[in-house]
Every structure is written in C-alpha cells, then in structure tokens.
Nanobody, 120 residues
Framework: QVQLVESGGGLVQAGGSLRLSCAAS????????MGWYRQAPGKQRELVARLTSGGSTNYADSVKGRFTISRDNAKNTVYLQMNSLKPEDTAVYYC??????????????WGQGTQVTVSS
C-alpha cells in the first residue's frame, strides 16, 4: 500500500511564501513523476507543477516564475516552494505520484490535500 502525506499548507498574506512537502511511503519500486495539483471552490482540479524522474518540469502558466518544484529522490519526497502568493492561489493543494509499486503495478496516487489560503 502506498501513502502520500502532505504538509505545509496554511494562511498567508498576499506576497508571502509557503513551502509544501509531500512524502510517499509504502511498497514503492520506482517513482516516474510527482507533482502538485490544486482545486479552488467551484473549479476543476488543475495541474500546478510536475517533476519527472528525468528532471523535466512543467508548470501552470499562472505560477511560472513564482513556484518551484523540487524532489528528494532518496526520500520519495516532493516540495513546492510558493513565493509571491496571490489570493487567486487559494485552493486545496493535492500531491500526486505516478509510480510503480513493489508488486509491479503502475498507477496514480493522491494525497489527502492541504489547504492554502492567501489573504489580500
């Protein structure tokens, strides 16, 4: 069984910074990619940032230049450094991992979500 545990959300003023962390644990053989998605009230879940095992990254246009995704491969942990936060960044942020388990199956796994609220 695989678990993703997120931390680091909270309330911050506009212009401030937060750092999210997500640790994957359990029977993991390999991780293909890890990333962050977010969902604001009344909106669809959207990709924020994604990092592949090969080091390729992609970001939502709305966060380019402000957010940085990084990963500690040894710990199967992904981070999202969020700077210059805006009220429109307010959402529940979900960690995602595309990985292969110790039993050989490949799938998408999700964390429980962490709330980020940016006040104006």
């Amino acid at each position: 069984q695989v678990q993703l545990v997120e931390s680091g959300g909270g309330l911050v003023q506009a212009g401030g910074s937060l750092r999210l962390s997500c640790a994957a644990s359990g029977s993991i053989f390999s991780v293909n990619a890890m990333g962050w998605y977010r969902q604001a009230p009344g909106k669809q879940r959207e990709l924020v940032a994604r990092l592949t095992s090969g080091g390729s990254t992609n970001y939502a246009d709305s966060v380019k230049g402000r957010f940085t995704i990084s990963r500690d491969n040894a710990k199967n942990t992904v981070y999202l450094q969020m700077n210059s936060l805006k009220p429109e960044d307010t959402a529940v942020y979900y960690c995602n991992a595309d990985l292969r388990t110790g039993l050989g199956s490949r799938g998408d796994y999700w964390g429980q979500g962490t709330q980020v609220t940016v006040s104006s």
